[in-house]
């Protein structure tokens, strides 16, 4: 039976007494009382804090474990998840846009404003390549309705000879390891229902009781953990690296090896990869989002990787998509969401130009 770390546990009494906005509390998690790359075919605590209800980030965390807290060994069974490449090539059209937060209306606004979908939510891009850089879940009421668009895209371009291409960003893979503190309260009644596989029963069962159906539904091999488990955590098209927050040149030498172990955690055959939980890994780092942005290592990561550009999310701006270190690298995160009120941008790529769809 798998076990799992966890960011960030408080006491149940903790839990009753705190709304899901505030950043310290811990909706869902369980009280001491209950508790080389390959070509393959196409197919959050902010620098500007947005209100006092987030005046501390969304940072990962390793301190308040309960004694009780399970432990990060796994079954020593070979993960089944096959390596697949990180690296596309370069099509005529890229789009890509920054963290949607849970909602849909914003979704569906911006995709409809760059082109890629029409009114009833089908793709109308045809060849053109959209990476969304992660964070899907937490902080809106429409999760399981903007994962489920993003799937059905998915198929729709790939038929079309376009491509989806839907990243990891922390919030995901937060939810993975139980940290359900930005979790709105539609967000725990949306997967109510889902009932824990025999292996995770017992893992389950150490939530409280208005918690488990989320944590059935996410934690390492349920059901919508699988299903963004068909997501990657960072890849290369064309000459753009896309990743959530940024990469660094410590784990920039290996892309298919990352999103493999992620996809191997996500599906219950393997531990939580350090890159998960470090600050300065590919889904938490702000060190291209806040100046002094670390351009030396943002040149060191591109050359490792024979790119030109950086695209990130993860770091509001809220005035607009802003760029640094010589427009080599790209902040996407507009703050879309209903939950940040920021505008309603993407980024297009043509070749060698850039530029923002607003």
């Known amino acids: 039976m798998p076990s799992f770390n966890r960011l960030l546990f408080v006491s149940l009494g903790s839990l009753l007494a705190c709304s899901s906005t505030q950043p310290g509390a811990m909706p869902g998690t369980p009280s001491n009382q209950g508790a080389t790359q390959d070509t393959r075919s196409h197919e959050e605590a902010t620098q500007d804090t947005p209100s006092n209800e987030e005046a501390t980030p969304d940072t990962p965390s390793n301190e308040g474990a309960t004694p009780d807290t399970p432990s990060n060994e796994k079954s020593t069974e070979p993960c089944t998840v096959r390596t697949t490449p990180a690296r596309f090539p370069s099509p005529e059209r890229i789009v890509a846009m920054g963290d949607f937060h849970g909602d849909l209306a914003a979704t569906r606004r911006i995709l409809q404003k760059a082109g890629l979908t029409d ?28 994962i489920e668009l993003l799937a059905k895209l998915r198929e729709q371009a790939a038929s079309a000879g376009g491509a989806v291409h839907t990243l990891h960003g922390n919030h995901e893979l937060m939810n993975t390891a139980g940290d359900f503190r930005y979790v709105t309260p539609e967000g725990f009644t949306d997967f109510a229902h889902v009932e824990a596989r025999p292996a995770l029963a017992a893992e389950v069962a150490r939530f409280n009781e208005r918690f488990r159906g989320r944590a059935a539904a996410f934690l390492p091999g ?23 927050g940024g990469l660094l040149p410590a784990f920039a030498a290996d892309l298919p090896g990352l999103n493999q172990r992620i996809r191997c955690w996500l599906t219950g055959q393997g531990p939580m990869p350090p890159e998960v939980n470090d600050p300065s890994g590919p889904l938490w780092s702000r060190e291209y989002s806040r100046a002094p942005e670390a351009c030396d290592a943002l040149e060191e990561s591109l050359s490792a990787l024979g790119a030109m550009r950086m695209i990130v999310g993860h770091t509001p701006q809220l005035a607009g998509i802003t760029s640094a270190c010589q427009q080599k690298v790209w902040r996407i995160d507009v703050g879309l969401a209903a939950h940040y009120g920021g505008p309603s941008q993407a980024l297009e790529i043509r070749g060698s130009e850039v530029s923002v769809i607003e």
């Not at 959209?130 to 879940?137: A, E, Q, R, S």
């Not at 349920?222 to 959530?244: K, Q, Y």
């Open 222 to 244: 349920g059901p919508w953990a699988e299903r963004l488990a068909a997501n990657d955590t960072a890849i290369v098209v064309g000459d753009s690296v896309f990743v959530h």
């Open 119 to 146: 009114a009833g939510d089908n793709w109308i891009g045809g060849r053109t390549v959209f990476v969304h850089v992660g964070d899907v879940l937490d902080r809106g009421n429409d999760e399981p309705e903007v």
